[in-house]
């Protein structure tokens, strides 16, 4: 049976000295756990001995210092369960934990955390700027922080979360003339990777920037992911249109070159002197502001070559096969429909009232 009672302790004179706070003994298994209530009232320690004795009873795991568990480590079980199962958006993770969640949430009790403390946090990053969807992917990861705490036994419940509605859907493109001024506003070797970007709607942080020579096949026409190297996880290959034979046959010659000059071997497709390009971002910035389209992201290189595909008379599935969308939903929202689309639909379409006025009239 459990017992209430509180902690006596002796001083350095020898008297006895009794706890303030009541403490809980019960039984699990055969091995005695004792615990404090954290609370001056007796009341309080009656009911945590219940809730003990009542999950003891019902097989029900807890965690006696679960109340005092800081919510850092939970964080800390994220990072290994990204790096366990290979996430390449671990950097990313890393990136937005340190510069915005631990700011606020670290040294903090993982049981002390409230919806209350979720919605400050939310209405904190508003007012500094952050949309919906940033936000969106930081409460995903607080509240993958709680699931894995329930699932390693170090917490029992969790908060509820609710995400923002995302209004915010991107839906920029490049003209051709646009992306041509862009490209003549980049150095020599950001120019190449933009490029091939632009032709294939590959994305260009986890599936370019990385690529090797490994992965080019002269031979076959072929450039390829490898399994586990693309946000699917999936395989994908992209046959060598002259255009991106020309750029890759270029780019290979400047490689080679170089790598003569340096002796070393560099296994990057794209790269600066022989190291992998890790942030382009200023120069995109300068590139994209000078070219008279200012606010741009890479991004809208896959949008655009989605866009471009379609227009080229390629079916959407194997425009989807080449860009690695895997849902229908998703593809639509890459493919744009600009005005230029559609003045070409309504000319197209008075034409043909043209054809059928004139076959009319002389039959």
């Keep these: 049976m459990g017992s209430i009672f509180k902690r006596k302790s002796k001083t350095r004179r020898g008297k006895v000295r009794e706890s303030a706070h009541w403490w809980v003994q019960y039984y699990k298994n055969g091995r005695k756990f004792r615990e404090s209530s954290g609370s001056t009232r007796m009341k309080d320690a009656e009911r945590l001995l219940r809730e003990r004795e009542g999950c003891i009873a019902s097989g029900l795991p807890f965690n006696p210092k ?25 950097p990313d993770l890393r990136r937005r934990l340190v510069k915005h969640i631990l700011p606020y949430f670290s040294g903090s009790r993982a ?44 917490i029992l419940r969790r908060p509820k ?17 646009q992306i041509e001024a862009v490209l003549r506003r980049l150095d020599d070797d950001l120019a190449p990777m933009i490029k091939f970007s632009w032709v294939t709607g590959w994305r260009t942080q986890s599936e ?39 750029l890759l046959e270029t ?17 990057w497709v794209f790269h600066r002197q022989g190291q992998r390009i890790k942030d382009f971002r200023a120069a995109w910035k300068s590139a994209c502001r000078k070219a008279g389209c200012p ?18 008379g390629v079916p959407e599935r194997v425009c989807m096969m080449l860009t690695g969308h895997r849902t229908r939903t998703i593809f639509e929202r890459y493919n744009i429909v600009s005005e230029g689309d559609l003045r070409t639909a309504v000319e197209r379409l008075d034409q043909s009232n043209q054809l059928k006025s004139i076959t009319a009239t002389n039959p």
């Design 66 to 90: 679960a109340d005092k568990l800081k919510i850092d480590l939970l964080f800390e079980d994220v990072i290994n369960d990204y790096q366990v199962q290979g996430h390449h958006t671990l």
């Design 111 to 154: 049981m002390s955390i409230t919806r209350a403390n979720i919605m400050d946090y939310i209405v904190r990053r508003q007012d500094q700027g952050a949309s919906s969807a940033t936000v969106n992917r930081e409460l995903c990861i607080i509240r993958r922080a709680f699931e894995l705490g329930i699932e390693n036994g170090r």
């Design 161 to 177: 979360f609710s995400l923002l509605k995302e209004r915010n859907a991107r839906s920029g493109f490049f003209e051709n003339h």
């Design 208 to 246: 370019i920037q990385p690529m090797t020579w490994s992965q080019v096949d002269f031979e076959g026409g072929t450039v390829r992911l490898d399994p586990n190297t693309t946000k699917n996880s999936e395989a994908r290959t992209f046959p060598l249109t002259g255009e991106l034979r020309t």
């Design 251 to 267: 780019q290979r010659s400047r490689t080679v070159a170089l790598q003569k000059k340096l002796g070393v071997v560099i296994p």
């Design 295 to 312: 606010g741009r992201i890479p991004h809208d290189l896959r949008r655009t070559a989605v866009r471009n595909l379609v227009r080229s």
